[in-house]
């Protein structure tokens, strides 16, 4: 087998409405797809009875490369661990690409955002040059904010 390239990564969030502000609002992914979904075929996909979710897709930058958020109102989830540590297994991080991770940071810190540290310089490896900001969503999982060197 070999894999073609990557359509979408998902994250299950505890409030719709919250998360898009964050991802729509402030990072700037576009809405692509915004529905529901229950059912026989879903139940099986996600080995949960009587599941209910809200689905959104959003496009993120020009490519067709979409970040998914699944909000489940059926069965009722539980929270993001609030004590996780980047090294856990499973740790999720998103890296977003950004012209400018100086001002980004500065306009999402002025919306309350919560950074692990301001912006620094890769200095080691095959990215040194880049810029780099890990920065929490509204549930607590990490989005990275990525300047590439110009």
């Known amino acids: 087998m070999k894999t073609s ?8 969030v505890s409030d719709m409405e919250r998360s898009l502000t964050f991802y729509r609002d402030l990072l700037g992914c576009e809405v692509f797809i915004d529905t529901e979904m229950q059912g026989e075929m879903l139940d ?3 080995a949960l009875e009587r599941a209910h979710i809200r689905v959104v897709e959003l496009r993120v930058g020009q490519a067709n490369t ?15 661990p609030v004590d996780f ?11 977003f690409i950004v012209d400018d991770i100086e001002d980004s940071y500065e ?31 509204p549930d607590g999982i990490i989005a990275e904010l990525w300047q590439v060197p110009s």
């Open 5 to 12: 390239g990557m359509h979408h990564t998902s994250l299950v």
């Open 44 to 46: 099986r996909e996600v």
């Open 85 to 95: 540590r980047c090294s856990d297994v499973g740790a999720p991080h998103i890296a």
């Open 66 to 80: 979409f970040l998914e958020l699944l909000q489940y109102y059926n069965p009722d989830g539980r929270p993001f």
């Open 107 to 137: 306009k999402l810190k002025a919306a309350g955002i919560r950074f692990t540290w301001p912006p620094q310089d890769v200095d080691a490896g095959a990215f040194a040059g880049s810029k780099t900001a890990y920065c929490y969503d």
